[in-house]
């Protein structure tokens, strides 16, 4: 692989996908009426992913302490 990849890296989930403005003006005022979340995160994994994106196969899984 490209040995600088992780400088180009920026973890983040994929939460939806928006057809176009108005439909991201919508789901922001949806998100702003919810207020602040919290969750915990144990465990996180390693997939290829396919050509939209999406995961197609989990290479490996890791626990989290």
């Given at each position: 692989g490209y040995p600088n990849v992780?400088?180009?890296y920026h973890p983040h989930l994929?939460?939806?996908r928006l057809i176009n403005q108005e439909a991201a003006e919508r789901?922001?005022?949806r998100l702003g009426s919810i207020?602040?979340?919290s969750t915990q995160i144990k465990k996180i994994g390693i997939s290829e992913m396919g050509s939209n994106?999406?995961?197609t196969n989990i290479i490996h899984k890791f626990n989290l302490q």
């Open positions: 992780f400088k180009l994929t939460l939806g789901s922001m005022k207020g602040s979340m994106g999406t995961c």
